[in-house]
């Protein structure tokens, strides 16, 4: 998959305009973060045929238990390369080893500058170091 000209700027350009935002469901979730960072990465939704989107938290817990018989790790393992923690980079998935109290992966997107793009409802949309990330997270890119 190749990126836009512009990625990086409008990947940052995206990120900051995120960072502070209240979590709501299907706007600010880590899922939806990370989903629209890569359409700002490709000028297109990668997951578009392959992972619903929805508009609030009934509709989020719902598709997280038609998840539950695949993990994200596999999907994204079939339609993304997995890479080592030292070459995630800019535009990398970062994907934290356990899931949240409402069975949703925690999902994040990779920013220049080893800054990662967050967002729970704890700490609302958050831009934090990487090496913050929880032990065990696993990353993706697409080529």
Known sequence: MVRVDNWDSRLVEFALDMEGRKFQWGRTDCVTLTRRGLNALYGRDPWKRSVPTWKG???ALKMSQ???GA???DFLATSAEEIASPFATSGAIALAPTRDEHGLPG???LLPGRKVLISTPQTDALIIDKL???EGTRFFTYG
Do not use: G, N, T
């Open 132 to 134: 913050l990330l929880p």
């Open 57 to 59: 938290k009934v509709s």
């Open 107 to 109: 999902m994040s997107i």
């Open 71 to 73: 993990k994200a790790a």
């Open 66 to 68: 038609e998840f539950e």
